[in-house]
T-cell receptor
Framework: ETGVTQTPRHLVMGMTNKKSLKCEQH?????MYWYKQSAKKPLELMFV???????ENNSVPSRFSPECPNSSHLFLHLHTLQPEDSALYLC??????????????FGPGTRLTVL | DAKTTQPTSMDCAEGRAANLPCNHS???????VYWYRQIHSQGPQYIIH???NNETNEMASLIITEDRKSSTLILPHATLRDTAVYYC???????????FGAGTTVTVRA
C-alpha cells in the first residue's frame, strides 16, 4: 500500500461512452501525475499537476481531460476513446521541494479496455 | 536524462542475494539514480535512490561506483515475491519526468 489509491481498478467502455478515472493520495504530497502504460511499451507521462496547476501536458489527445480539484485528488475524464487507448493508467504523487523528497509514488493503476 | 542500460533478464535463487547491474555512463553531476520495480500489472514501486554514496533501506542496497557510471541494486535475500521488472532510472532532482526503459525482468526461483 503506497498511499495512492485509484478507482476503478478495471474499466471496460465503448467508444461513445464518457467515464472518469479517480486518483487519491494520502501522503500530503503537492504534485500528481497521470501515466499511460500500453502493452509492451514503457510508461508514458501524460499530465503533471503541481500545487493544483497543470504544469505539463505531453501532447495528449483532447479526448483525455485531466482535473485536479485539490492537492489530494486527480481525475482523468475520458470521452470518445479509441481501442488503441486501452492500457494501464497509472497515477503518481510526489512532494516538491528537493531531490530527496520528490520521489514519485504510484497507485495500483486502472486497467482500461475500450471496445 | 541520461540513458541507462540494463540486462534484459536474470534469474536468481530464492534466499540468495540478487545483484542487478545498471550502466549510466553519460550521467550528469546533478542526476540521481533511482530504482523502481513493477510486479505484473501493478503500479511501479519505488525501491531506493542515490546520488553518490551507497544507500540502504529496508528493501535493498544501492551501490554506485566512484565515477558514477554504473550502479548495482542488491536485494539481500530474494523471495518469490521479488519477481518483477526492475527499472534503473537517472533523473535530475526536481524534474517531473521519470523515463522508464525496458528494465530487467527478474525471476526468483524456488
Amino acid at each position: 500500500e503506497t498511499g495512492v489509491t485509484q478507482t476503478p481498478r478495471h474499466l471496460v467502455m465503448g467508444m461513445t461512452n464518457k467515464k472518469s478515472l479517480k486518483c487519491e493520495q494520502h501522503l500530503g504530497h503537492n504534485a500528481m501525475y497521470w501515466y499511460k502504460q500500453s502493452a509492451k511499451k514503457p510508461l508514458e507521462l501524460m499530465f503533471v499537476y503541481s500545487l493544483e496547476e497543470r504544469v505539463e501536458n505531453n501532447s495528449v489527445p483532447s479526448r483525455f481531460s485531466p482535473e485536479c480539484p485539490n492537492s489530494s485528488h486527480l481525475f482523468l475524464h475520458l470521452h470518445t476513446l479509441q481501442p488503441e487507448d486501452s492500457a494501464l493508467y497509472l497515477c503518481a504523487s510526489s512532494l516538491e521541494g528537493g531531490p530527496h523528497t520528490d520521489t514519485q509514488y504510484f497507485g495500483p493503476g486502472t486497467r482500461l479496455t475500450v471496445l | 536524462d541520461a540513458k541507462t542500460t540494463q540486462p534484459t533478464s536474470m534469474d536468481c535463487a530464492e534466499g540468495r542475494a540478487a545483484n542487478l547491474p545498471c550502466n549510466h555512463s553519460t550521467i550528469s553531476g546533478n542526476e540521481y539514480v533511482y530504482w523502481y520495480r513493477q510486479i505484473h500489472s501493478q503500479g511501479p514501486q519505488y525501491i531506493i535512490h542515490g546520488l553518490k554514496n551507497n544507500e540502504t533501506n529496508e528493501m535493498a542496497s544501492l551501490i554506485i561506483t566512484e565515477d558514477r557510471k554504473s550502479s548495482t541494486l542488491i536485494l539481500p535475500h530474494a523471495t518469490l515475491r521479488d519477481t518483477a521488472v526492475y527499472y534503473c532510472i537517472v533523473r535530475v532532482g526536481g524534474d517531473y519526468k521519470l523515463s522508464f526503459g525496458a528494465g530487467t525482468t527478474v525471476t526468483v526461483r524456488a
